[in-house]
């Protein structure tokens, strides 16, 4: 297997563009994406477009426009994991050595529509909706281990400082914590801007073989770990009512694993906030702190831009937004930003490894079906 | 790069069941193919899953029902070549040695609602719609070669032929040539029975590494070449109204040189046929026969069920039928049933070599999108 490197990264403000057509707005980041990397844009073998919401041949549509066209394109879909899908599909066909530059594309116009009901899903249909999923989780969490309303809302405090500072953030100004616990209430604890904004987007990374990386950036960053995954029944966290907890860990446990680290090499994280308790639950899972401590970590500052372990500098889904295709995408971005130092006035203090974790598809009976985590070097 | 066969293969009886859930009639097929294959359920590492209208994570929804969760499960989509597809990205994840088992899902339910016109496709929303555009096509064949509408329709009358001869296809009814030539005209010249019906179906393959195959299936078939590309605004063929031929020709180069073979060692094959005028081009952009020569090859038989090169043994999307996401799978299976001699009645003298080459996706400007052949050997 080759080692592969992330050349090139570019993400439209995230936002709403619901009178733009979303091959115009993807089309502007593959362009950034391309001109970032230094490659030419007949150097590109494969591409790889992620979106749940935009119809057949998503990708060609996008990059014909670019006039980028001839070459293997797979549209890939796995709901709020689509991103980092696209991306370990990216990098599985230069890693297997099938191509040596391909580019990984992530888009959502979610302002088209509201996401359909799904006829199987059985619980969605008797209010087992997203919100009040996330709900029962944070009421479980704050049973178990006495987090507290302010605590659940202090993430988005956070997360709306780093957006503040983020020029393609959705949402950029900072909030304060009465703010936050004082708008309206959507699932009890849950109010209103713990839960993430419908946005569209798109973003793009460029990635070639490590052996010629540098002919085209001076600071080619590694893919150390790449992982896709799906849930499963079994795994419940105890007293959890998700199975989630138990997809995310496994998931970052392989990542882990194939990149030789542990939590505590990571200096900075992008992870899946969809709602502001599941940052919290993240934290756990993905080894930050240990099962009951999310509520601590935040409240003490360690996840925080000047923290320990700053995690969603870029904003996250709560304040850049999450358009469902491009998320993951996006959180490779910040990332690869991040560790080349160019984050502007969100930059974390001389990064050497990050990690990126999207998770959805709520799938009737074996909770979310997919999650993805990269850890990238610098 | 590792050399990949396949091993096990099933599909549902395509036909309508638009009572029926699709997860349901899906998992039937997984079933099926994994049983086929001798592998046990949790041999199975990897999964890809092709459709275009099932919503989102439609594989973990499939896979759930068979308890095969917790691998990666990735949900492609490339319009009518997203079959092709999924068999494609399954066999580059065990090709380059990520994974030694997998399993390639296709599946639709059409009957679920017709395809929604995409509104940047003006040339569609002016009524160029796929059978104006075939019956341009063949138009043009008839104009440039002296293409009759009888050889046109001999197509639909040998596909339904076939397709009478088999258990899985949705219409089972030998068609006579004057039955064919009167049906309700829908494009000039292509009449109702040269159209392919709307259809539901799943189809599925389990793949593995060479090296392990003969542990699983006695007669594994090797996958000589696997290719998946996309159109270009170029290379309309002269007079053609359309960039498809170039696409095929393409695609079907490509699979040639990986394969080192070249279209005489074709035994059988299995082509993208959705109106008749379409497995005409076909013959010649796979290089069944010279430009211009198609009309006399299925004039003499030559692609019957006893001709030099029989195509769509299975009946082919005219009679077999089209649910878009598993017609490349349903091609896969048919070519590896003539390849072990399991094709019952329509079953081909001894063939060696089979090829599937499944077409779609129009995308305004560049012609069609996406593009899969395969070649297959006993």
């Known amino acids: 297997m080759r080692e592969v490197c992330v050349i090139g990264v570019a993400m439209t403000r995230f936002g709403r563009y619901s009178e733009i057509w979303m091959e115009e707005f993807a089309r502007e980041a593959c362009e950034a994406a391309i001109h970032d990397s ?40 796995n709901a709020c994991a689509g991103g980092g899908t696209s991306f370990h599909a990216t990098w599985m066909a230069i890693a297997g050595g099938f191509y040596d530059v391909g580019i990984a594309i992530g888009v959502e116009k979610m302002t088209k529509g509201l996401i359909p009901p799904n006829p ?40 709306h400082q ?99 680290m542990g939590p505590e090499d990571i200096d900075v994280a992008e992870v899946h906030d969809c709602f502001s308790i599941a940052e919290l639950l993240h934290y756990e899972e993905l080894g930050f702190c240990r099962f009951g401590e999310s509520g601590k970590l935040i409240e003490e500052g360690t996840t925080s831009l000047d923290g320990r372990i700053p995690i969603n500098p870029s904003g996250g889904l709560l304040a850049k937004g999450h358009p469902m295709g491009a998320t993951g995408i996006g959180q490779i971005v910040e990332i690869v930003w991040q560790l080349r130092g160019q984050a502007g006035k969100r930059q974390v203090k001389n990064p050497k490894v990050g990690l990126t974790h999207c998770v959805g598809g709520a799938t009737p009976g074996i909770g979310q079906g997919a999650c993805s985590v990269h850890i990238l070097k610098k």
């Not at 899903?121 to 029962?136: K, S, V």
């Not at 944070?138 to 997360?159: I, P």
């Not at 419908?198 to 052996?211: F, I, M, N, Y």
């Not at 010629?212 to 799906?230: F, G, L, M, N, R």
């Open 38 to 77: 230094g490659v030419r844009r007949e150097d590109i073998q494969v591409a790889y477009c992620s979106q749940s919401f935009q119809g057949r041949v998503a990708g060609q549509r996008i990059l014909k426009d670019l006039g980028l066209t001839g070459i293997p394109v797979i549209n890939v879909e």
């Open 120 to 159: 199987e899903d059985l619980e969605g249909l008797l209010g087992r909706t997203y919100p009040g999923r996330f709900a029962m989780m944070a009421q479980r969490h704050m049973y178990e281990y006495r987090t507290t309303r302010e605590q659940l809302a202090k993430v988005s405090v956070k997360n």
């Open 162 to 260: 780093n957006g503040s500072l983020n020029p393609y953030a959705h949402y950029r100004e900072s909030l304060s914590l009465e703010a936050v616990l004082n708008s309206r209430m959507v699932a009890e604890p849950l109010t209103l801007l713990q839960c993430c904004p419908v946005t569209d987007g798109a973003a793009a990374a460029v990635l070639c073989s490590k052996d010629i990386a540098k002919k085209y950036h001076d600071q080619p960053i590694e893919i150390v770990a790449s992982v896709v995954t799906s849930g499963i029944y079994q795994g419940v966290r105890k007293g959890d009512l998700s199975s989630e907890s138990e997809l995310s860990q496994r998931a970052a446990a392989k990542a882990y694993e194939m990149a030789g």
